[in-house]
């Protein structure tokens, strides 16, 4: 005789149950709604720029326009591919990301010329926009990071700040240390970020005027990269912003 004990189940455990299976299910459709979307939204994205490619380099390559004209149209076609390409990146980042696929390599770095030599790569595009950059690190202190991928988190920061200040504005790159924390802080004084957008702002493929996306470029999947790359780090992001008035965010790693 087999002494065979069947645990019971109590109506709890099968109410909770009951939740747990509905939960997942529920998680389920999201997830193929959102797989859906991120398809669409990605499709969209490519589809647009190609369709100015195919355009323009047609008339480019009739002869009876005039040089200007020609060089005007090869204009277009540099930017739109080089706006093409730099989606492509973010898109093999982003799936690279989602696999957890990538390292974190942390070095210790020196905050000034650090900081001095990112500004140095958008000074630039800057200039040519009239906004004003100024870089506020005072203080030669050192923490620990990857280099390339805080570069990568700074430059989407500060592009997306130029990218929504007007001319003659001002974008403050600074960075501080206290006892046991670094935070690099990206302030502009442009657009801002309504409170209902604001808590979006770090979804994939998330973009606050969508009519008017084509005017700013962008794919609505920088901050989710820069979100991710600082996580990966141990840190954190936070953002605060008022519309009209301007955008800060901060980003604070623990390790110094
Ligand atoms: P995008 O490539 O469209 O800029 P991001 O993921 O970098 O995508 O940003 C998502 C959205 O957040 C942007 O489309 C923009 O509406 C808003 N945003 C990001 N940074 C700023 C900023 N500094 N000022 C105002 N709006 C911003």
């Known amino acids: 005789d087999f002494d065979v004990k069947i645990p019971s189940t109590t109506d709890d455990e099968l109410g909770e149950l009951g939740h747990a299976i509905n939960g997942l299910a529920k998680d389920l459709a999201h997830m193929k709604n959102s797989r859906n979307e991120f398809l669409s939204a990605v499709s969209h994205e490519l589809r647009t720029p190609l369709t100015y490619l195919i355009g323009y380099s047609k008339v480019a390559m009739r002869e009876d326009i005039s040089e200007e004209k020609r060089k005007h149209y090869l204009t277009i076609i540099h930017e739109e591919s080089t706006r093409m390409k730099a989606l492509v990146k973010n898109l093999m980042d982003l799936a690279q990301l989602d696999e957890h696929k990538f390292t974190i390599e942390k070095e ?111 794919s609505g999947i920088g901050l989710a990269i820069v979100k991710e790359l600082v996580e990966a780090h141990g840190g954190s992001i936070t953002v605060t912003s008022e519309l009209h008035v301007g955008s800060q965010f901060i980003v604070t790693l623990e390790e110094v």
């Open 108 to 218: 210790l770095i020196a905050a000034k010329p650090f900081i001095e030599q990112v500004a140095q790569i958008v000074s630039h595009s800057f200039a040519e926009k009239g906004v004003h950059l100024t870089v506020d690190c005072p203080h030669n202190f050192t923490f620990y990071a990857d280099p390339l991928r805080l570069e990568q988190i700074i430059l989407n920061l500060v592009d997306n700040a130029l990218k929504y200040s007007e001319p003659n504005a001002t974008v403050t790159l600074s960075c501080k240390q206290s006892a046991s924390q670094t935070r690099i802080i990206v302030k502009d004084t442009g657009h801002g970020i309504s409170e209902e957008d604001v808590v979006h702002i770090f979804d994939k493929f998330y973009r606050v005027e969508k009519s008017r996306a084509r005017e700013f470029g962008g």
